[in-house]
């Protein structure tokens, strides 16, 4: 047990401590008089021992109660305690005075020190648990109740929800107002949650621009409902300095249903679903759950280990073959990287490259996915195989990379690959975060003569407004309209729109996640120029894909 638990334990009993030790300081005070009597009186020396329950009741009741035991003790042993016990020989009234002094003064003096050392606790404790800038109780406070409440056994027809409200504009109001204003808005913010709740509850500062509580809801509706009236709340404007100012506060929220143990991942989790909320505008908050941050938080290990197997030959590319859709014949592939970790065995890519893309590595993954590739060309050139062109996947951080486009020249000149061999396929949905800067640095890729493709094409928000005007020549049709076609009509509809609007636009048309005979023929009655996915192939080793290719002889393939 922690000495941090033992005095936890402490505070929480100290009722019962105290209640406890009142009856042991006065059996110690009635042993000390009882042994000083039978030792002869106090002529001898042992009256000191008297020190031992003043001791006690100092260090338990501070100096109140290290004097009240002194004056008791003392008298015991002053005019009702002879020198000596066989002669019934009665001290002096000075003598006994004198003594009672000296404990008075000792019992004052240990109390007054316990009483100055726990003040100062008692401070180090609360600036350990509270928000200095607010008053307000801070994260670490939250952490124990949270964990308190895991490790109870509560009502059980009832979930406690742990609700994060978060300052979007923090930064823009401090950089305005100054961070007095920032702690002003937050003590009003918190005054709001208090007065929104059926009963008191206590409000937590989490980090420098969120709020924290913990609520028991019967279900996800009812919490959700909170959130909403919250949410409304939260539209009005605050006020700072006899100035009104708008505060952007997004929610998130997450039952705290005790699948991880650790109290920082519910927070993490919440945290984490008011920066959703903010992207995606829902200011009624968004109800999450703890599984997610438990996955987060292992993808973000193995994302610590991407560098070292990049450079230690754990990842490696595939390549999944396109092919024509009225001839079955290969015109180029997709290349997609695989991870086969020593002890994880085989990552998927979902695992690892969405969490890239918001962090440098992406760079660095889409540096070693055009290399590879790339020198597999040169090597495919080589063995005879000069028709293939190859596809790889950028990300809109590669764009927004100033020297992304010399690093992409770069790798062609070294591994000598003419540049209309190489396309590069970026999301729609990533485009349209940046839509300017991606246009002119596609633009710059493609009078290198270097092919350009829209991958997830019809997920995105701007699909025809900007269309145009990028420098595209395929679309990738989303594989969920794909896998779709045979059972939905609406998919049917769209699909057969894209195929017609891109041809129109001179662009070509790829359909990934071909996976039946049927979906193959819609798609070639639709005039689909390139079909991908299980029906024609697998993704395959260079090796393989090399076998497959030279054993088809212009064939079509379905391997």
Known sequence: MKIDDIFD???????????????????????????????????????HTMYLPI????FAFGAKGGVLTALVGGLLLGPFMPIDTLTSEQQDTISWLYRISYFVLIGFLMGATRDIAGIYLNRIKWNASHDSMTGLPNTFALERVIKELLDSNGDESK?????????????????????????????QLADTIRNQLPDPA?????????????????????????????GHTFTKPVEFDKIKIHADVYQGIVALDGKARDPQLYILRANHATREASNNRQRNGILTGIDDEIKIKE??????????????????????????????????????????????????P?????????????????????????????????????????????SIRNLLNPDFFKTVMQLLETHGVNAERLELEVTE??????????????????????????????????????????????????????TSLLNKPGSQKI????????????????????????????????????????????????????????ASKGRPVHV
Not at 431 to 454: G, P, Q, W
Not at 506 to 528: H, I, M, P
């Open 299 to 348: 993808n973000l290990k193995v994302l610590g280990e991407l560098s070292d197997a990049l450079e230690c030959g754990q990842v490696f590319m595939h390549y999944q073959p396109k092919v024509v859709t009225s001839t079955g014949v290969i015109d180029g592939v997709e290349a997609l990287m695989r991870w086969q970790h020593p002890v994880r065995g085989n990552i998927p």
């Open 429 to 482: 949905s990533s485009v349209v975060e940046d839509m300017e800067t991606a246009i002119l640095e596609l633009a710059k890729l493609s009078k290198a003569n270097i092919i350009i493709s829209i991958d997830d094409f019809g997920t995105g928000y701007s699909s025809l407004q900007y269309l145009g005007k990028m420098p595209v020549s395929i679309i990738k049709i989303d594989q969920s309209f794909i």
């Open 55 to 58: 001791a006690l009741a100092a």
């Open 9 to 47: 334990w402490i505070e929480k009993h100290r009722f019962q401590v105290k209640l406890f030790l009142i009856p042991t300081i006065i059996f110690m005070i009635a042993v000390v008089y009882m042994f000083v009597i039978v030792t002869g009186g106090t002529k001898n020396v042992f009256s």
């Open 495 to 550: 699909v057969s729109a894209a195929i017609g609007l891109a041809h129109n636009l001179g662009l070509k048309v790829v359909a990934e996640g071909v996976e039946n005979r049927d979906t193959y023929d819609f798609l070639l009655d639709a005039g689909c120029d390139l079909i991908q996915g299980y029906y024609v192939s697998r993704p395959l080793q260079a090796s393989e894909l090399e076998k497959t290719c030279k």
């Open 202 to 230: 206590e409000v937590y500062r989490v980090g420098t621009e969120g709020l924290g509580f913990v609520r028991p809801a019967e279900d996800e509706y009812a919490v959700k409902n909170l959130g909403k009236k919250l």
């Open 350 to 394: 979902g695992n690892f490259i969405p969490y890239a893309e918001n962090s440098t590595l992406i760079d660095q993954i889409t540096y070693f996915a055009l290399n590879q590739s790339l020198a597999q060309l040169a090597e495919w050139d080589k063995n005879g195989l000069k028709n293939i062109h190859v596809a790889v996947n950028i």
């Open 159 to 187: 979930t406690y929800y742990l609700l994060i409200a978060r300052l979007g504009n923090q930064a823009q109001i401090e950089a305005s107002f100054g961070v007095q204003c920032v702690n002003g808005i937050i003590v």
